[in-house]
């Protein structure tokens, strides 16, 4: 079955550092790859999308590479700061009309 | 940037009563809009997709008696959780995604049911 998985259920940075949260998939062939930020008690908030033919994507702080070959995301924030402190999700499509598969997302902590 | 408007943001019912949630597109049409749920510390769940002027396709394992989605227009969905019971307790999510755009979704609505 298909499944989506993010490294870890939290990731303690300090501040000014590089966070850097995974996401394998497994029985998938997705046509994006998106990465959303959800804080406690809201909706998701769409961050960057990156197509299978993309092997980087990135916007202001924000870096997303997609390898397809090792079926992996690597989601970084640079020169991070408190107020980056979130759940980033990531989320799968097939392309279509189809609704996104999540993963469970990584709780980042940026410490000052 | 596109918006989508869900209502109420947070509800408390008692149990064996219905639910309604509202989600709205407020800057585009929307042919297709989608239910996710999701519980403490875990990932949004794809209950059902909601489609305008059709019946919604729903998940496996996902009720579609007990969770009655309308799309009477082009910028509205309705999520009716009927007959509620304390494990439909949940945080539930609507989204919708303009044409060549990523998807948007709604500030959520936290049901309680006691």
């Known amino acids: 079955s298909q499944k989506i998985e993010q490294n870890s259920e939290a990731l303690n940075i300090q501040e000014g550092k590089t966070a850097t949260l995974t996401c394998n998939y497994t029985?998938?062939?997705?046509?994006?790859l998106q990465w959303y930020r959800q804080d406690p008690g809201r909706g998701p908030v769409f961050l960057l999308l990156?197509?299978?033919?993309?092997k980087e994507k990135r916007k202001e702080r924000l870096k997303v590479t997609f390898d397809t070959t090792l079926k992996q995301s690597l989601f970084h924030i640079t020169a991070s700061q408190p107020a980056d402190s979130a759940t980033y999700l990531c989320?799968?499509?097939?392309?279509?009309?189809?609704?996104?598969?999540f993963g469970k997302g990584t709780h980042l902590i940026i410490q000052p | 940037g596109a918006v989508v408007s869900q209502h109420p943001s947070w509800v408390i019912c008692k149990s064996g009563t219905s639910v309604k949630i509202e989600c709205r597109s407020l800057?585009?049409?929307?042919?297709?809009m989608f239910w996710y749920r999701q519980f403490p510390k875990q990932s949004l769940m794809l209950m059902a997709t909601?489609?305008?002027?059709?019946?919604?396709?729903?998940e496996q394992g996902v009720e579609k008696d007990k969770f009655l989605i309308n799309h009477a227009s082009l910028t509205l969905s309705t999520l009716t959780v009927t007959s509620a019971h304390p494990e439909d307790s949940s945080f539930y999510i609507c989204?919708?995604?303009?044409?060549?755009?990523?998807?948007?979704f709604g500030q959520g609505t936290r049901l309680t049911v006691v």
């Open positions: 989204s919708a995604r303009p044409p060549d755009s990523e998807a948007f």
């Open positions: 029985n998938y062939s997705p046509a994006y």
């Open positions: 990156i197509r299978e033919n993309e």
């Open positions: 989320a799968l499509e097939g392309g279509g009309a189809d609704g996104l598969t």
């Open positions: 800057d585009f049409q929307a042919t297709t």
């Open positions: 909601s489609n305008e002027g059709s019946k919604a396709t729903y």
